[in-house]
């Protein structure tokens, strides 16, 4: 499981919920740089954390696995499945970035999610006004109409997984301390990509986005969809970049080679 940017094991085990639910086995490292996962430069390329958690699956005595990634998880996850697509059973990409992205926060993330101030702020909501941060946090990471979010804030406020998705991911996405090697360390690299060479990845590949996700456009999907031979890809209407984990999904075993639906 590679959790998005900025993350790290926290994250990546609030994403893995569901697969654990599952009844699947899930194993959850921070990416190079966060949480104080070693940054290298044997690893703070793509490829290089590709292969360093290849290797870690390896050391765990783990010859074939599926991969699940969020957002800034794509371009590691890509390659991973790239470059050691013979230990890759499948990959599951969801809101993730394919291509290049330039990140231009305002000045309102800058504060909040980059500052001393602005992250006491969150943890004080997230104890004291767990709505209001739901609320503020679907508005900022999502196209939504002012209906739709009203909707979309009721049915997280109303269920316990969602909720607790929500509003502890906010502890997870801070730029500061122990995440923000990792995360200056993966703009560096987003802002750098030229071409992940997708249309080479031979793995079974499920894409799933949000069709009103603001944080990593949906046209990221739609070109790995097109460029990775028999990739699928799945819409969530109405659904912004949280969109997999606040709308409806269900899991299954048997049925398609995924046993993955996704539905509004």
Request: charged share 20%.
């Amino acid at each position: 499981v590679l959790h998005g940017t900025p993350g790290g094991h926290d994250q990546g085990s609030l994403m893995a919920d569901f697969v654990v639910a599952a009844g699947l086995r899930a194993i959850i490292p921070s990416r190079p740089g966060y949480l104080g996962s070693e940054l290298t430069e044997l690893n703070r390329s793509f490829d290089g954390a590709a292969d360093a958690l290849a290797a870690l699956m390896a050391g765990l005595g783990i010859d074939a696995y599926s991969v699940l990634c969020w957002s800034g998880g794509g371009p590691t996850a890509f390659r991973l499945a790239l470059r050691h697509g013979e230990r890759v059973h499948a990959l599951v990409a969801l809101a993730a970035a394919s291509q290049r992205y330039d990140w231009h926060p305002d000045g309102g993330e800058r504060f909040m999610f980059g500052t001393a101030l602005g992250n006491w702020i969150l943890k004080i909501m997230a104890e004291h006004a767990p709505r209001q941060l739901i609320g503020a946090t679907l508005a900022s990471e999502g196209e939504l109409s002012k209906e739709d979010l009203e909707t979309l804030v009721r049915q997280v406020w109303s269920d316990e997984t969602k909720r607790r998705f929500v509003v502890e991911l906010a502890a997870t996405v801070s730029w500061r301390g122990a995440r923000k090697p990792g995360l200056d360390n993966d703009m560096a690299c987003f802002a750098a990509i030229d071409d992940l060479q997708l249309e080479h990845i031979q793995v079974p590949t499920l894409l799933v986005h949000g069709r009103a996700d603001t944080d990593c456009p949906p046209q990221h999907s739609e070109a790995a969809a097109r460029r990775i031979p028999g990739a699928r890809l799945r819409w969530i209407e109405r659904g912004g970049h949280l969109a997999m984990f606040t709308g409806r999904v269900e899991m299954w075993r048997g049925g398609s080679r995924f046993g993955l639906s996704v539905a509004a």
